[in-house]
């Protein structure tokens, strides 16, 4: 479950280019694992267990296609629930999207300070650890005062904070970074993005990976303060995970071994049931859910 599903059913969006359109009663691809059930093509067999563009369905009818993301996983793969759910989440779309957005947009160098908004999701909570590793100071801001906990004491982020708890973002991140921002991933755009400008420092990057707040309601967009930008030679990117598709074992290799050296801790957040498909949408835009929001055919 990710949320720029939401942007695709929008009458109009720049979303259609990347992922498509979603038209009502039509099928909805998304990111998925799934076992193959039965194949015509010789590179997939029966019982292969994949991931890559399946649906929100029991089955999905797939055709190889150039450029569209699908793959086998290790035999087995099936009865590790845990092993399915690492694919789903940090060796899937969102670790490729984490480890993109800061390594190859924001280049971190040790000692930089970085800034993560929506912290707890599914890419902010791998963009932090992935930080960490890279030798940074890293501040994280979520929507809950458990969730705090979580960056803190689970994911190892030096700091973190409850933004509905903070009135003025602005004085809030002048206070976690009293020297500056240098790297901030945007995950939610509007104000966030507004403030994060303020604090950034001479010659900042600015990972614009998503902008959440703005997707249900559009008066939120950010207004940021271009002279913010100019004078501190901000460089500023957006950028989709299919931009590196190329080089997704690459990335996926590299994530693997920190997963299998305990470096990196994926979080998941399960629902059961294709009748769950709704609440858990409608969740990521009330910030309820913690990591990968992922839902449990079978």
């Known amino acids: 479950m990710d949320p720029y599903q939401l ?26 694992a799934g076992k193959v059930v039965a194949s ?13 563009l399946l649906g ?4 999905t009818l797939f055709r190889p296609t150039p450029g569209v993301l699908m793959y086998k996983l290790p035999a087995g793969s099936d009865d590790d629930d845990l092993h399915l759910k690492h694919h789903l989440s940090a060796l899937g779309t969102s670790g490729m999207t984490a480890y ?18 929506a912290a707890s999701g599914s890419i902010g909570s791998l963009v932090g650890q992935f930080a960490k590793l890279a030798g940074c100071y890293v501040v994280g801001c979520t929507s809950s005062n458990a969730k705090v906990e979580l960056l803190k004491n689970q994911l190892g982020f030096d700091d973190a904070f409850n933004y509905k708890e903070e009135p003025d973002m602005k004085s809030a991140l ?17 104000k966030m993005l507004d403030a ?15 902008a959440i707040s703005e997707y249900t309601d559009a008066s939120h967009r950010a207004a940021p303060d271009l002279l913010e930008v100019i004078y501190k030679r901000i460089a500023i990117r957006g950028f989709v995970v299919w931009d590196f598709l190329t080089r997704f074992n690459e990335f996926t290799g590299i994530i693997g071994d920190w997963i299998r050296q305990g470096k990196v801790q994926p979080i998941v957040d399960v629902s059961n049931g294709l009748e769950s498909v709704p609440s858990a949408l409608t969740a990521l835009y009330l ?4 990591g990968k929001k992922l839902i449990k055919l079978a």
């Open 56 to 59: 929100w369905e029991d089955y």
């Open 196 to 210: 994060a400008l303020v604090s950034m420092n001479t010659h900042g990057r600015v990972a614009l990976c998503g």
């Open 7 to 32: 942007n695709r059913m929008k009458r109009r969006s720049l979303a259609h280019v990347d992922a498509g359109g979603i038209v009502p009663g039509e099928r909805i691809t998304a990111y998925g």
């Open 40 to 52: 015509a093509c010789a590179e997939y067999k029966e019982g292969d267990v994949v991931a890559g």
């Open 100 to 117: 993109a957005g800061l390594y190859e947009v924001c280049k971190p160098q040790r000692g930089e300070k970085v800034f993560v908004s």
């Open 287 to 290: 910030g309820l859910n913690i």
């Open 174 to 190: 002048k206070r976690y970074f009293p020297d500056g921002i240098d790297i901030y991933f945007d995950n939610i755009g509007g």
